[in-house]
T-cell receptor
Framework: GENVGLHLPTLSVQEGDNSIINCAYSNSASDYFIWYKQESGKGPQFIIDIRSNMDKRQGQRVTVLLNKTVKHLSLQIAATQPGDSAVYFCAENMGGGATNKLIFGTGTLLAVQP | DAGITQSPRYKITETGRQVTLMCHQTWSHSYMFWYRQDLGHGLRLIYYSAAADITDKGEVPDGYVVSRSKTENFPLTLESATRSQTSVYFC????????????FGQGTRLTVV
């Protein structure tokens, strides 16, 4: 598959630890944000989303935090597993609420060490 | 099977040739997108479409043409391929309206020689 890891920021964690992946977004008017996971050779897969009227949202083993003051988004993965190894992207909707124009960040490679 | 499919999965073409990448979705989603993915750049939006016959430019539209005559199809054409267009191309779709997740295809790896 496509090796997108060569120039990406990399987070290396031990299996069982918690992971925190960060993202700075660009548009203060963006009101919707998504985290995607991309495994080697595959298309991105939806993990979790959050709207701008929230500052935290939880899913299964994942939590997304939104800080609109500093335009920062983070993804927390609890009890990281080898299957979590992938590239993680944040995306923001820069089209406003009525239009879906999803712009992605450059990604972070999560490497889980057994 | 329901979903979003891209074809071909792999393509090698020569500089200057026209090439079309196909994308088909069975969900009747209103929105469709084309992204390219390159080392160090993540996913960059080329074009997107809010509905049939409505298309709009993304971040990197130069050298590409799209059409959307039917809701389920969103072909991407490189009119005269260049080496800089060597990339992995992803198609995606989402439901009507803003603020909804996009579902991605498996990608097309295009090499321009």
């Amino acid at each position: 598959g496509e090796n997108v890891g060569l120039h990406l920021p990399t987070l290396s964690v031990q299996e069982g630890d918690n992971s925190i992946i960060n993202c700075a977004y660009s548009n203060s008017a963006s009101d919707y944000f998504i985290w995607y996971k991309q495994e080697s050779g595959k298309g991105p897969q939806f993990i979790i989303d959050i709207r701008s009227n929230m500052d935290k949202r939880q899913g299964q083993r994942v939590t997304v935090l939104l800080n609109k003051t500093v335009k920062h988004l983070s993804l927390q993965i609890a009890a990281t597993q080898p299957g979590d190894s992938a590239v993680y992207f944040c995306a923001e909707n820069m089209g406003g609420g009525a239009t879906n124009k999803l712009i992605f960040g450059t990604g972070t490679l999560l490497a889980v060490q057994p | 099977d329901a979903g979003i499919t891209q074809s071909p999965r792999y393509k090698i073409t020569e500089t200057g040739r026209q090439v079309t990448l196909m994308c088909h979705q069975t969900w009747s989603h209103s929105y469709m997108f084309w992204y390219r993915q390159d080392l160090g750049h993540g996913l960059r939006l080329i074009y997107y479409s809010a509905a049939a016959d409505i298309t709009d430019k993304g971040e990197v539209p130069d050298g590409y043409v799209v059409s959307r005559s039917k809701t389920e199809n969103f072909p991407l054409t490189l009119e005269s391929a260049t080496r800089s267009q060597t990339s992995v191309y992803f198609c995606a779709s989402s439901e009507v309206g803003g603020n909804t997740e996009a579902f991605f295809g498996q990608g097309t790896r295009l090499t321009v020689v």
